[in-house]
């Protein structure tokens, strides 16, 4: 009899292998992915299918978005919403400004006003000076929030914020604030904050949902001003973490009509996590006497197409003078490689910027796996001296450069929710290109023959690092 049941149970195991290789094999994104999820499927079942269920889901299924065709509620407070924001809206003479508009799924505005923030302390003395000035609403959304000294004064001006009657939504990634005490919660609750996790693994339906992450870091004012970027709430992204060091990130503030479009990545984040439609307002709000062009890019698991991955392939390809990135995780697919290796290869000027130090080692050995080919096709790669580089910053030509949440590599691409400005704007874009100029002045750059000359042990390291890309 127990001899029968483990053979049952050894045929069970190795059906539901070549049950979930069939499954990989009509919904993985990328045929190395499915490759490889198949052969350990069928060859190793016992440890490749729970791995599967819980990291291989390529769709964040069940996420509904606004803008789709199922959920008609939101789709009729849009409606009224895109109505109110038609006089706002910029004529779009440049196909590549067009294009990213279609990726976006929300339209280039103009009238706004975008606002560099380097580094913590103009970042959070503006965040904060935003919730102070909150008449309505706040929507306050981050990746990581943590219980220490800067977590606990956001803590203490949102509570302050909820006591003057502001309606105040907080929501959280579980998995990136799985420190937060329950205590900290509990006091936001206590004075009518509402507060809630985005909850990826919501239901029993969508139990193995573990993988996915919301990545985007958003607070938004009364639908009048916003602010998105790299940062998280903690004291490392004020340079106060010993370990890190001091910490170079960018964030941005928003004033105008594209605020609506945070607004309305939060407002569908908060439905899903939630299941309620809460009331805001979407008149734009024009309080300065800015016309920059901005188009908000929100891109995650749920969308119908690769969104972050093609807005950087696009802006790569739309490149004729300069590109340059930041980003603290580099590790992006074949076809981002390949797009970086042709641009510099037609004569553009393509710099990358990592850190010289990780806070994530796997991902930071990954990316010298393929660094040798991209640096001999003149790709110019610096690393960040003076601490941790953490910021997400594109600049395209002199005309155009993004601010957001989308890291280079597997996770921002195809796993996470991210959020993105677009800024199709030559005065922004020269801010950005004399911010950048500053932090490669802080930088040194890699050669060829460094990668090269690395010991045998570390090339074999970070081959096996990169096979583990699809999953960091």
Known sequence: ??????????????????????????????????????????????????????????????????????????????????????????????????????????????????????????????????????????????FIVRNDALGRELKARLVTAAEREVRVYFLYDEMGSRKLPEGYLRDLAAVGVKVSPFRSSRGLKHRFQLNFRNHRKVLVADGREGWLGGFNVGIEYLGQHPRHGPWRDTHLKLTGPSVLGLQEAFWEDWHWATGEVIGLCWEPRVTCAESQHVVIVPSGPADRQ????????????????????????????????????????????????????????????????????????????????????????????????????????????RLNFEITAFIPDRRFAAEVRLMLERDFAACRRIGYDELKSRPLWRKLVSRA??????IQ
């Open 1 to 142: 009899m127990t001899s029968w049941l483990f053979g049952l149970a050894i045929f069970l195991t190795y059906l539901l292998g070549i049950v979930s290789a069939v499954m990989a094999l009509m919904s993985s994104r990328t045929s190395q992915g499915a490759i490889a999820w198949i052969i350990s499927l069928v060859t190793f079942p016992y440890l490749a299918v729970p791995a599967y269920w819980f990291f291989g889901r390529p769709r964040f299924y069940g996420y509904v978005s606004a803008r789709g065709e199922r959920d008609t509620v939101l789709r009729r407070v849009l409606a009224r919403y895109r109505q109110l924001i038609e006089p706002y809206l910029a004529d779009v003479n440049d196909p590549d400004v067009r294009a990213v508009e279609q990726l976006a799924m929300m339209p280039l505005t103009r009238g706004n006003r975008a606002e560099l923030l380097i580094n913590g302390r103009a970042t959070f003395d503006s965040l904060f000076a935003g919730i102070e000035s909150a008449e309505e609403y706040l929507l306050v959304q981050f």
């Open 306 to 413: 690769e969104t972050a991955s093609l807005l950087v392939q696009h802006a790569i390809h739309s490149a004729h003078e300069r590109l340059w990135v930041t980003s603290p995780y580099f590790v992006p697919d074949q076809s981002v490689q390949d797009a970086l290796r042709l641009a510099a290869m037609r004569g553009v000027d393509v710099r990358i910027m990592i850190p010289e130090h990780p806070d994530h080692l796997l991902v930071f050995l990954s990316a010298f796996a393929f660094l040798p080919d991209m640096v001999r096709a003149g790709v110019k790669v610096y690393r960040y001296l003076p601490g941790f580089l953490h910021q997400k910053v594109m600049l395209i030509d002199d005309d155009a450069a993004s601010v957001g949440t989308v890291n280079l590599d597997n996770r921002s691409f």
């Open 465 to 470: 690092a990169y096979l583990t890309s699809p």
